[in-house]
């Protein structure tokens, strides 16, 4: 099976500040790599799939990029409203494994 | 509008079963790929089980492999999940997930889940 690994675990930041989150997949995974967001007591959503496609609806500020087995997540200017947990996702096969989750905070 | 509905869960005892079900409403659920996605209290998302369109591929966790098992019911619009020799390690909210789309996708709309709690 697949491992998706994210870091940090947790973070800390500003309103406007640059956030990256990073996941590594134990191996290739071509572009089936999606992103997460599960605000507090809320269902996760669909952010972005294919690695950088964002999601209907999704603002802008939020953009992913990587290959092969390094991806990034990134909020441009955080906001308070993005405040939650982030979630990789491998679907390149089953089992679709998620990463381990990164909580973002406001500082 | 896309609509997924679970029900089912509740408090079991240990070794107990449970059978969860999700209806869904505002697309063509036949042409739909389906997965069952858990969460422990605290906890993060774990991946929990998969049926494809037709009912004819499944796959399972290896921490619920032979105690749990999916189906739908395309005629009804509805996704079910069997659980059996329910452990307290079985304990969250599940999930029930659509694909976005055909073939190797990520899940595009989730329902509210519902709360399954194995304890004596």
Not at chain 1, 23 to 51: F, H, M, T
Not at chain 2, 27 to 43: D, H
Request: hydrophobic share 30%.
């Amino acid at each position: 099976d697949i491992q998706m690994t994210q870091s940090p675990s947790s973070l800390s930041a500003s309103v406007g500040d640059r956030v990256t989150i990073t996941c590594r997949a134990s191996q290739g995974i071509r572009n089936y790599l999606g992103w997460y967001q599960q605000k507090p007591g809320k269902v996760p959503e669909l952010l972005i799939y294919d690695v950088s496609t964002l999601q209907s609806g999704v603002p802008s500020r939020f953009s992913g990029s990587g290959s092969g087995t390094d991806f990034t997540l990134t909020i441009s200017s955080l906001q308070p409203e993005d405040v939650a947990t982030y979630y990789c996702q491998s679907y390149i096969d089953a089992p679709r494994t998620f990463g381990q989750g990164t909580k973002v905070e406001i500082k | 509008e896309v609509q997924l509905v679970e029900s089912g869960g509740g408090l079991v005892q240990p070794g107990g079963s449970l059978r969860l079900s999700c209806a869904a409403s505002g697309f063509s659920f036949r042409s739909c790929e389906m997965n069952w996605v858990r969460q422990a209290p605290g906890k993060g998302l774990e991946y929990v089980s998969y049926i494809n369109s037709v009912g004819s591929t499944t796959f399972y966790a290896g921490s619920v492999r032979g105690r749990f098992t999916v189906s739908r019911d395309n005629a009804k619009s509805s996704l079910f999940l069997q659980m059996d020799s329910l452990t307290p390690e079985d304990t969250g909210v599940y999930y029930c997930a659509k694909d976005r789309s055909g073939g190797a996708s990520p899940a595009d709309h989730w329902g509210q889940g519902t709360l399954v709690t194995v304890s004596s």
